[in-house]
């Protein structure tokens, strides 16, 4: 008599998530292989809270795509403080400020939007697509006649600090392209901040979030559409944060109209 096998569903949803489902067992534990794979992703994780931001590397690929670059510092002096201190990178030190202080003096100040790029959680997330992330976004800036800031490169930055820099700028809207915090699927997740009217003491609650922005989980260009969506209507409104909601997804990339996704708009 033959034995009937029948097939594990759940090895066919494998294929549709990096999520650790269906792993299978080894008696009461895990089976090797998905162990050290998950050891794997842990210890990637762990890589990519430490490695350093590659300034030199990124200053060099920005200024190909012609962005002045700004090199400054939060108040974080390495990285251990950094991570035991989160208020210190929320502010730029005193050499920073100076800088950008000097730069105001000599009319760079007055901008529609500033850009700033800090390590955050995840360096290795802005070395590899910080660029990709600024090439998407910056011809529908130049299309629409936006006035932008020179590049702000920050290191031991949160997402906060962009205010500092905001505001020292002048600029009507800050975006903070960040490292988020690694995830065991997502070492290398970039966030994107928007803030309206940028300035110290701001909160979560003024900020408009796009995340896990990188080739295995939003694409740059569709990164790029809800990006400058949300920055036309912060310009428009005056406003960003909780009361400034995406609706990206009624457009197409294009840039014309579509029917909505939404269930609850449906007829």
């Not at 920005?62 to 510092?73: F, H």
């Not at 960040?178 to 300035?199: C, F, H, K, N």
Request: neutral net charge; proline residues 6%.
């Amino acid at each position: 008599m033959s034995k009937l096998v029948v097939d594990n569903p759940w090895e066919r949803l494998r294929r549709y998530t990096p999520a650790r489902i269906a792993l299978g067992r080894a008696g009461v534990s895990l089976p090797t292989k998905p162990l050290l794979e998950f050891q794997l992703a842990h210890a990637l994780a762990r890589d990519a809270v430490h490695l350093p931001l590659d300034d030199e590397g990124l200053t060099a690929r920005l200024e190909t795509q012609m962005w002045p670059v700004v090199p400054l510092r939060s108040a974080a002096g390495d990285r251990q403080t950094y991570l035991q201190r989160p208020d210190l990178g929320r502010r730029l030190d005193e050499n920073s400020r100076e800088a950008l202080e000097r730069l105001a003096t000599r009319g760079a100040r007055g901008f529609d939007i500033a850009f700033v790029v800090a390590d955050g959680l995840s360096a290795r997330a802005v070395n590899e697509h910080a660029p990709s992330m600024l090439a998407a976004i910056r011809p529908r800036l130049e299309a629409g006649g936006w006035r932008i800031a020179p590049l702000a490169l920050v290191e031991q930055g949160r997402v906060a600090i962009g205010d500092d820099v905001g505001a020292l700028m002048g600029a009507a809207i800050v975006v903070v392209l960040i490292g988020e915090r690694p995830g065991l699927s997502s070492p290398d997740s970039l966030g994107l901040y928007l803030t309206y009217a940028p300035r110290a003491g701001l909160t979560d609650e003024a900020r408009n979030c796009i995340s896990n922005v990188r080739p295995q989980g939003l694409s740059f260009e569709a990164a790029a559409h809800r990006l400058f969506y949300l920055l036309e209507e912060a310009r428009r409104r005056k406003l960003s944060g909780v009361e400034l909601k995406d609706e990206s997804d009624m457009k197409t990339l294009s840039g014309g109209t579509e029917e909505s996704t939404n269930f609850l708009t449906r007829g």
